[in-house]
């Protein structure tokens, strides 16, 4: 099922904790192909928090990206509203929003940190008020709260404990939401936003009205290698905290990064063009990422399974 909440449509405010979260799994399958494909590599016990966090993140989204007919300032409403039944959600408050049922439970269980929801929120919020970014400075204050933030609550979803992981964590939530941003561009600009640093595009001699004519030439050839040359050496620095993950939980973490890397490498293959055609990895690609991911650490696979024995058990929701 996919999330709308422009719609005005409520979801059923009844679902138990166990039906809640099956909601927000229905949610991420609806919306996410490579991330669900990612996470359900996940043992039981973990994979349905991760569902939950998804569900969370694309239900606040979806008040932006897909706003119907409201206006900015209902946007802003709607998003603020939003926090503050999260809020309660995880103060033990038992709200109409299956999803928030799902996600404070989650909170508690997994040990989110307040503030990194208080940051989510609030680049959402901007996303109602900013449409432009001067300097990459500038647009790491955004995606510090869309992305990095994210990747430190997938640390608390996974089991993490070292707090050495929380700058890799971070670069990874950031390097996956700078490959989405390069993905859609195009869909970006219809919505009238841009993320590309205006800095950037100076630097190349690439104007905006050149974004709105989808013009891809020696100009955006090079701006798209820049970016794309940050956003793998965000990649790289992820890839060093893998090892504070738990043994048994790393494989899905390192299959998402792979997935969305190869994202990259699709935007370079169809010559950069991201206005025609959209960047992705077939279903077929995706097996064969996850095999060569498997086959790198046998090990990891085999913890996996014997964690998942034990998780499945632990995980048990109650109404």
């Known amino acids: 099922m996919r999330l709308d909440p422009a719609s005005g449509a409520r979801l ?36 349905p928090h991760v569902h939950a966090l998804y569900a969370f993140m694309r239900y606040a989204d979806e008040i932006v990206d897909n706003p119907g007919t409201t206006s900015l300032e209902e946007q802003l409403s709607a998003l603020e509203a939003f ?41 959402m919020k901007m996303d109602t008020r900013v449409f432009r970014y001067p300097t990459y400075e500038d647009l790491e204050l955004y995606v ?4 990095a933030v994210v990747g430190l609550m997938m640390c608390r979803v996974v089991g993490v ?60 050839v090079e701006l798209m290698r820049f970016e794309i040359g940050r956003t793998r050496r965000l990649y790289a620095l992820a890839d060093e905290g893998i090892v504070y993950i738990p043994r048994g939980r790393r494989y899905p973490v390192v299959v998402a990064r792979e997935l969305y890397a190869a994202i990259l490498d699709r935007i370079e293959v ?3 063009d991201v206005f025609s055609r959209r960047a992705e990895t077939s279903r077929p690609g ?3 990422v996850a095999a060569r991911c498997a086959a790198h650490d046998p090990g990891e696979i085999l913890a996996g399974r014997r964690f998942a024995r034990r998780s499945k058990i632990a995980f048990a929701p109650r109404s």
């Open 83 to 123: 926090e503050e039944e999260t809020l309660a959600a995880v103060a033990g408050e038992r709200g109409p929003n299956p999803v928030l049922r799902a996600y404070a439970n989650t909170v508690r269980v997994r040990g989110i940190d307040p503030e990194d929801i208080a940051a989510f929120m609030q680049s």
């Open 270 to 272: 169809q010559g950069y």
């Open 144 to 147: 510090h709260g869309s992305a």
């Open 286 to 288: 995706k097996l064969k």
């Open 12 to 47: 059923d405010a009844g679902l138990s904790l166990a039906e809640s979260y099956e909601l927000c799994r229905r949610a991420q399958r609806a919306h996410s192909r490579t991330y669900y494909f990612s996470t359900r590599l996940f043992p039981p016990g973990v994979r």
């Open 161 to 220: 404990a070292d707090k050495r992981a929380d700058a890799h964590a971070e670069a990874l939530g950031t390097a996956m939401q700078l490959t989405n941003f390069l993905r859609d561009i195009g869909e970006d600009w219809v919505r009238g936003r841009v993320y590309l640093p205006l800095e950037d595009l100076e630097r190349f001699g690439y104007a905006e009205d050149d974004l709105g004519k989808s013009i891809v030439d020696e100009r955006f």
